[in-house]
């Protein structure tokens, strides 16, 4: 059972809905439990797979240990993933598990530094907890120095894209006339909910510096969130309104890649971010800053450039030296996505929680022998 409080549209829930749906039928049995609502990525898994959602009325509902331990006695529980940094997930997923007996019981953390944290309460239960599962290398690290995760406790398994469903294609003529979008128009964007820590006034801020340089330029963001009308006040201000596109959620962002020459990720924090992993997957060139495992993920001047945050300048810079050069960025486009294929593919992702859980539930599940 995979325990969140709710899945909108976001990098950790699609990667969860990646996970469940992939995950080997003959093996596993994958059921999902929203706390509070299922949301929009809820609402289409719960058609597939066991869901059950509702148990968490407010933050201090306590009742919800006693609703959630029986529910997993009822379901049979073998393995509980909570997924998300910290919160009521995290906490009442796995102290259920273990009031359940559940055998192996583990939390899938997807971000690093704020506003996501593990809370003192949820730090008192390490011992009942199997696995913290980090997204990439530098993620574990940062676990076990910054949030106390014991260090042996702690097990990277990588994000991972569908490499059939982003690939390099031509730009979509129909996005194009839904969008008014000059095909001849170089086009950057960024795919990230309009939240304070994805720090999209860089994003308008390099995009006002851009239009400077290149007037015909546009720029795409795509998702949505709190920031969205401070974000279209900034853009009015910077007088870039008419050459940015505010978006929304898509369902379509495999499309929307196709349109882009350059992606940006102007985040403060980040762990492993699904958007970079889809856009390199697309071919595309991609400059972001230098925040948590992105500089592992993007190789400078091999897959596309790094920047210090806030370094809007920086980043200007080099979106104009990409979309000046269309055979550089093509050729860092096709060296992100063998990058991708090589690490960060959607099936060695799911076979790693796979591994995991089996891992230990067989050890959990031997029995010791006599006199140990």
Excluded at 106 to 113: E, I, M, W
Aim: proline share 6%; charged share 25%; aromatic share 6%.
């Amino acid at each position: 059972m995979f325990v969140i409080t709710s899945m909108p549209v976001g990098g950790a829930e699609t990667l969860l809905t990646e996970i469940v749906r992939r995950m080997d039928r003959e093996r596993f049995s994958p059921e999902l439990c929203c706390l509070k609502r299922f949301d929009r990525m809820g609402e289409a898994l719960s058609r597939e797979v066991p869901a059950f959602t509702g148990l968490l009325s407010q933050k201090y509902d306590f009742a919800v240990l006693w609703r959630l331990t029986r529910l997993m006695r009822r379901r049979r529980i073998d393995a509980v993933v909570t997924v998300g940094t910290g919160g009521d997930k995290m906490f009442w997923g796995r102290l259920a598990g273990w009031l359940s007996g559940v055998p192996v019981i583990c939390s899938a953390l997807h971000s690093t530094g704020l506003p996501d944290h593990v809370e003192f309460p949820n730090r008192l239960l390490s011992p009942l907890t199997d696995a913290f599962i980090a997204v990439a290398e530098p993620h574990g690290r940062y676990l076990a120095e910054h949030e106390s995760c014991p260090a042996r406790k702690v097990v990277v398994i990588p994000n991972g894209v569908d490499v059939e469903r982003f690939h390099p294609r031509p730009p979509s003529r129909r996005l194009q006339e839904e969008l008014n979008l000059d095909p001849a128009a170089p086009v950057a964007g960024i795919v990230a909910a309009l939240r304070p820590e994805k720090n999209h006034e860089m994003f308008l801020h390099v995009a006002a510096l851009v239009c400077r340089e290149l007037p015909a330029a546009r720029f795409l963001i795509v998702g949505d969130g709190p920031e969205r009308t401070n974000l279209e006040s900034l853009a009015r201000n910077l007088g870039v309104a008419e050459a940015v596109r505010f978006l929304g959620t898509r369902s379509d962002v495999d499309e929307v890649l196709s349109l882009l020459d350059v992606l940006l990720l102007t985040s403060h924090s980040e762990a492993n971010p699904i958007c970079l992993l889809e856009a390199m997957a697309a071919g595309k060139p991609v400059v972001a800053t230098r925040v948590g495992s992105v500089t592992e993920t993007v190789l400078p001047g091999v897959s596309g450039y790094l920047v210090s945050p806030g370094d809007s300048q920086g980043m200007a810079a080099r979106v104009l030296e990409l979309l000046g050069d269309r055979n550089r960025a093509a050729d860092m486009g096709r060296a992100g996505r063998e990058q991708v294929i090589a690490r960060w593919t959607v099936d060695r992702m799911v076979q790693g929680y796979e591994s995991l859980i089996t891992r230990i539930y067989a050890a959990k599940s031997t029995p010791l022998p006599a006199g140990a």
